[in-house]
């Protein structure tokens, strides 16, 4: 009953009083005016939401408020916000529009506020709030400090339910219109603030602000099921801002903060799950590409890489890359990284496919043909994402063969770049199920590649192992195995087979690529020749070995 809150109200004051001392409430002018005049641009971005309580713009369309005002999805769908109440202009009312932004926190209790999408109709030139996205902006209250709790008061219900507290309303003859109440501090939590209890009236998503116009929390004056009580409570800004940044939200808001402060606030040394989430929440190209860089710093690291991804760690980089792409330093660092993360078990790479990883990866190599070190990383990634059929898919296939086969000609004599470029036709030979695929190697210049390669780089004995697997693939369709631009890998072929008869996997291959080549006329009477019978018959075993006889 209200008699109870106020006999509880009064005992709290005269405890207050015993432990501090009598202090005169804080009512000077001054001080009132100061916050007021500090404040001036925050007033209009607050709004009422009729019969629920209030709740304040810090994006353009967003609004910030309690999670009790809004309640769930649903309800919010079919409340209004309504702006200018207070001042010379007409009033505008608003759609909250939940099903295009809705994010809330239900737990813990003392934080449950929620950032809700709404019209921008009538609204666009109201500056919003500004959120304390950095520690240097966050501020903590004493008890005795005076703050600014900007309210649309609501009758005091002893229940949450909605029924309940419209019928309360309709019959209440409290002013509903927004209040400016200059509240003293009388508690102080880690996470939150409160004050004395106005026992006439509750609230809910009440911004609070200090002097200086900075956001300090978020004010709720509410009946407490839990403990029977009325309770006025403000949970800090920051601890708001700690369970945005958690959950990736932070970017749905402007941020100006220089990038050293960024940092400094939300990464800790060495904990990539903190970098991961700066990528979420942030979209400056300049702390991006700190955080993938820092990434990238530890990707050589197991312990590392388990814990990106745990932490979803692949999506969150691609999608980077894929936002940054005319960026390089993001795209090289981010190329860096997935480098690492693809020599890990099958569902490393298998996550990165998912992701769209091989379209990105291909399109930053295009995009940055000139840069030879991500050509490289690329290359490497795009053989070790193809290892595996079911990633050999159109988009390596259609966008893929074009690029590899023109950082073939841009970097000739980049062993590494010739060795996985070769790696990635070969795959794709091996695995396509589209002739179609194995033509466009063919007429791309792919085949005259591989054959080159067998004699420039023939003390390259993993280059060549490549380019031998390439050819037998190849010519493992018939079609091909006549094609006049295979005629010329007979004799490097027969070569290669004799200086590397150790090799069983390029003995088995090369006697297969021998045999199919052997389908041309032309192509029999150059291996009969060049000693290619011999070669056949050394390189027999190797093809019995994977025949089981």
Not at 178 to 206: H, N
Not at 453 to 471: C, G, M, R
Request: proline residues 4%; aromatic residues 8%.
């Amino acid at each position: 009953s209200k008699a109870t809150v106020s006999v509880l109200n009064w005992q709290a004051f005269l405890l207050r009083v015993l432990r501090r001392g009598f202090r005169a409430p804080p009512s000077a002018m001054s001080d009132e005016q100061t916050m007021i005049s500090g404040n001036r641009r925050n007033i209009p971005s607050i709004c009422r939401i009729p019969g629920r309580g209030t709740a304040f713009l810090v994006a353009p369309g967003l609004i910030m408020t309690s999670l009790s005002v809004v309640g769930s999805k649903v309800e919010a769908a079919k409340l209004k916000a309504v702006f200018f109440e207070s001042g010379k202009q007409a009033p505008v009312v608003v759609d909250l529009d939940p099903y295009r932004v809705w994010f809330v926190s239900a737990y813990p209790e003392y934080l449950a506020y929620a950032v809700v999408a709404v019209s921008t109709r009538g609204i666009h030139n109201v500056v919003p709030v500004k959120l304390p996205i950095v520690d240097s902006e966050w501020v903590d209250v004493t008890e005795g400090d005076l703050v600014l709790s900007v309210q649309h008061p609501l009758p005091v219900v002893h229940s949450a339910d909605e029924e309940e507290m419209a019928k309360a309303v309709a019959s209440s003859d409290i002013d509903h219109s927004e209040t400016k109440q200059f509240l003293e501090v009388t508690r102080v939590t880690d996470a939150t603030f409160g004050f004395d209890v106005e026992p006439s009236w509750s609230c809910s998503g009440c911004p609070v602000f200090n002097s200086d116009g900075v956001l300090i929390g978020l004010h709720t004056q509410a009946w407490s099921a839990e403990s029977n009580e009325l309770i006025s409570r403000a949970v800090y800004a920051k601890e708001i801002m700690k369970h945005l940044f958690a959950n990736g939200k932070l970017g749905l808001f402007e941020n100006i903060s220089p990038t050293k402060d960024i940092w400094n606030t939300w990464y800790q040394d060495g904990d990539v799950s903190r970098a991961l989430r700066i990528l979420q929440n942030f979209q400056d190209t300049a702390i991006v590409t700190i955080a993938m860089e820092e990434l990238c710093k530890h990707s050589s690291s197991e312990t590392k890489m388990q814990q990106l991804m745990y932490n979803d760690g692949a999506r969150i980089i691609l999608e980077n890359m894929y936002r940054f792409r005319i960026e390089q330093a993001v795209v090289s660092a981010s190329l860096r990284t997935l480098w690492n993360l693809s020599f890990g078990d099958d569902s490393r790479r298998k996550e990165i496919v998912a992701h769209g990883g091989m379209g990105i990866i291909i399109q930053g190599m295009d995009k940055f043909c000139n840069n030879e070190q991500i050509v490289e990383y690329g290359c490497v990634l795009l053989y070790n994402l193809s290892s595996l059929p079911e990633h050999v898919t159109a988009d390596i296939c259609d966008k893929g063969i074009p690029v590899v086969l023109k950082a073939i000609e841009l970097y000739p004599k980049s062993e590494v770049i010739m060795k996985f470029t070769l790696g990635v036709l070969m795959n794709i030979a091996r695995h396509t199920g589209d002739e179609e695929h194995v033509r466009n190697i063919v007429q791309l210049g792919g085949v005259e590649r591989a054959c080159a390669a067998l004699s420039d780089f023939v003390h390259n004995e993993y280059l060549v192992e490549n380019s031998v697997l390439l050819l037998s693939a190849v010519v493992a369709h018939r079609d091909f195995a006549m094609h006049p631009a295979l005629r010329g890998t007979v004799i490097p072929l027969i070569n290669v087979l004799k200086m590397y008869s150790s090799n069983k996997m390029m003995a088995r291959h090369g006697n297969q690529a021998l045999w199919h080549l052997g389908l041309n006329p032309v192509n029999r009477v150059t291996i009969v020749r060049h000693e290619g019978l011999d070669v056949l018959d050394a390189t027999i075993d190797a093809v019995a070995q994977t025949l089981g006889t």
